[in-house]
């Protein structure tokens, strides 16, 4: 943590008041910035600082007779005492072990859990504002409890961040029994919440949230007090006027992000925008018309693809554009105009896939998003491609959206006083967060080692070989009284793999956008000797498959991926739903040489090598794919840099034109 961002805390722990800015953020996104300058501060990072691990954790275990000895209320006696000494001297290591063995003795009494070692210099690096880095399923869940309660029992808000309302929900009731225990209050925050209940959450010494719904809180937090400034307020008051309401937040003291990578890094590439529907000036006919359009008009003819799913009219489609229009009249008279409908049109046929990028319920259009698999309701897609794909759908045309207020996640967490978080993949993204967030990542040891075995992977030369042998194996190894989870990467894939399942009559369930209201159930399921679950990204991240004895003693969860990610960290992630807390466990792909990654990032040559594997049983598949990953992570990168760059645009072009931006 900055010298700054401390004395910032000791300030607030002092109940001061204290400037909330954007933080180091502008600076680290100053183009000047020379790229060796950010080379050179990662690498000073990641040397080895004198090791006061081995003294902290015994501080801590030296304290643990004496709490283990002590009454419930000398526990809760003793937090009060060493908030208060950390509102004078900040989270000084003495305090924190002492602060950490008193939690670990409430939580054993109350969770029946007792924190490892790892956990604690968990807790440890994310209250020195740190990113932690804890293998999958070591428990990120109870060492963030050390976090929060230390944060909380000092008197700041605390918010628990998770990717989604599922682990959010699930996260506080696990934690719930500990913190009332220790008379802290606890919120949860869900889609469904008013804004009464949102605020009543947030008002808890703890609030768990997801991402996105903090961060639409905090935007209509900004909306609601641009509108009611503060004089303007304070007139109104005067003026014996009611009291504008309250905000939804009670200020940005601390997150703990857990999946960090994910909130930090894959989602930031395209900003949150609270926005209004307008009435469309538009005739849906435009838009029908435009499809009709948009099927008849040739690839390579007409339009090339590229491989980022970017689509351009070439000459000889504009001109054929001009032809098939030229009786509509309106708008379409004008080339500006015609050459935009056709492209947004061509993107809606070509591009965005049914069950792929968005599922239809309740007749409307609903982007699932791809990396947590799940619905997401409220989003629309921008500048008319939203409109064009519910054409294509046959769906009724909602308005087109203006935007009220966004933020960047680089810019929204940069403003928390202490920000940490903890993820079991961060080391491909270190210098990134390291770059945009100035989070050093600490590296924890695993309670037990790991028994994960990675199998022999399967490359398939056609799509229809991959469902068959996907389907084969998960049945062979429910036989064997293994549990399996098989990940797929749309809802699309979920189903056509249960389909082949069904046509060879094994049992399973599905886990996906369009089957989300049983998740609890069907993941506490999962662990049954036999049973066999087939799930998108929703069970990726976070969910904790628990197992029967006998699936244990029978080798563990199975965990079978259908199609290689982008990124490799979601991958591991799959991979790291099996083998957790020294358990045993497998892993395997079946995947097929056509799959995205390798169509978008593989060279020729490369996936002509491919093509030559293809068919046997593979060793070194995972290598290659590494390889074409990483290119695919650059990418991304590149593109998340510049969304950075050109949010500080537009913020500074509205400052420029007299607009605040929120
Ligand atoms: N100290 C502990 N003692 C006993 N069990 C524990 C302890 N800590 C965690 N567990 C158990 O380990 C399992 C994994 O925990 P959790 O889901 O929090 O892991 P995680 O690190 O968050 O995993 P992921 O990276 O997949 O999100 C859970 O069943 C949890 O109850």
Request: proline share 2%; aromatic share 6%; with cysteine.
């Amino acid at each position: 943590m900055s010298s700054q961002r401390v004395s910032d805390v000791r300030a607030l722990l002092a109940g001061r008041d204290v400037q909330v800015g954007d933080g180091p953020y502008l600076e680290r996104l100053d183009p000047k910035r020379s790229v060796w300058e950010d080379h050179l501060r990662a690498w000073l990072d990641q040397l080895p600082r004198i090791d006061r691990t081995g003294a902290f954790l015994e501080a801590a275990n030296a304290c643990e007779a004496e709490a283990h000895a002590s009454s419930d209320s000398t526990l809760r006696e003793r937090l009060h005492h060493i908030a208060q000494q950390m509102h004078r001297h900040g989270f000084t290591d003495p305090l924190l072990a002492l602060a950490f063995a008193q939690i670990r003795e409430a939580s054993r009494r109350t969770l029946g859990m007792r924190h490892h070692d790892v956990q604690l210099l968990a807790g440890r690096a994310l209250m020195q504002g740190r990113l932690a880095e804890m293998a999958t399923g070591e428990g990120k869940t109870l060492a963030a409890t050390l976090a929060a309660v230390t944060a909380a029992i000092t008197g700041a808000a605390v918010h628990v961040v998770t990717v989604n309302d599922y682990l959010a929900e699930r996260d506080a009731e696990h934690n719930a029994p500990l913190f009332a225990f220790l008379d802290l209050s606890v919120g949860v925050v869900l889609q469904d919440m008013d804004i009464a209940k949102r605020r009543d959450a947030y008002a808890c010494n703890i609030a768990y949230v997801s991402n996105k719904e903090l961060t639409f809180d905090y935007l209509k937090d900004c909306i609601a007090l641009g509108e009611a400034s503060r004089t303007h307020q304070q007139l109104r008051e005067l003026a014996g006027g009611r009291h504008a309401e309250a905000p939804i937040l009670r200020g940005l003291h601390i997150a703990i992000i857990d999946e960090a990578d994910s909130v930090l890094i894959d989602e930031a590439s395209t900003p949150l925008i609270i926005s209004e529907t307008l009435p469309d000036d538009l005739e849906p006919a435009i838009y029908t018309q435009a499809i009709e359009l948009a099927r008849t008009l040739q690839r390579g003819a007409d339009f090339e693809l590229g491989a980022h799913r970017d689509i351009w009219l070439t000459a000889a489609g504009k001109q054929r554009v001009r032809e098939l229009t030229s009786e509509h009249g309106g708008l379409w008279r004008s080339a500006l105009w015609r050459d935009e409908f056709a492209q947004k049109a061509l993107s809606a046929v070509n591009c965005f896939q049914r069950d792929q990028h968005y599922i239809l319920a309740e007749d409307k259009v609903q982007i699932v998003d791809e990396s947590t698999g799940r619905v997401m309701p409220d989003r629309t897609w921008e500048r008319g491609l939203h409109q064009m794909i519910e054409s294509k759908e046959g769906c009724q045309i909602t308005g087109q959206r203006r935007t009220l207020a966004q933020i960047t996640y680089q810019r929204f967490f940069g403003r928390y006083l202490h920000l940490c978080g903890m993820t079991g993949t961060a080391q491909e993204v270190a210098k990134e967060i390291k770059r945009s967030y100035d989070l050093s990542v600490t590296r924890i040891p695993t309670h037990r080692p790991s028994k994960r075995k990675p199998l022999a992977d399967h490359l398939c030369r056609h799509d229809e070989q991959r469902w068959i042998d996907v389907a084969h194996r998960a049945a062979a190894m429910a036989a064997q009284g293994r549990a399996v989870l098989i990940g797929t990467r749309s809802v699309e894939a979920s189903e056509r793999l249960s389909a082949e399942l069904i046509r060879n009559e094994v049992a399973h369930t599905v886990l996906n956008a369009r089957q989300d209201q049983t998740e609890a159930e069907t993941v506490a399921q999962a662990g049954q000797a036999g049973r066999i679950m087939v799930a998108t990204n929703m069970a990726g991240r976070g969910t904790d498959i628990k197992l029967a004895d006998a699936v244990r003693e029978a080798g563990g969860l199975h965990v079978i991926l259908t199609e290689f990610h982008e990124s490799a960290r979601v991958d591991r992630q799959l991979f790291g739903r099996c083998a957790r807390q020294g358990d045993p466990g497998t892993t395997e792909a079946i995947v097929n040489i056509d799959d995205e990654l390798f169509r978008r990032f593989a060279p020729v040559a490369l996936r002509w090598l491919l093509r030559a594997l293809a068919g046997k049983q593979q060793r070194n598949l995972r290598r290659i794919v590494a390889w074409i990953q990483n290119r695919a992570e650059r990418h991304y990168r590149k593109q998340r840099l510049d969304t950075m760059r050109r949010d500080e645009q537009w913020r500074r072009a509205l400052g420029f034109v007299g607009k605040t931006r929120k």
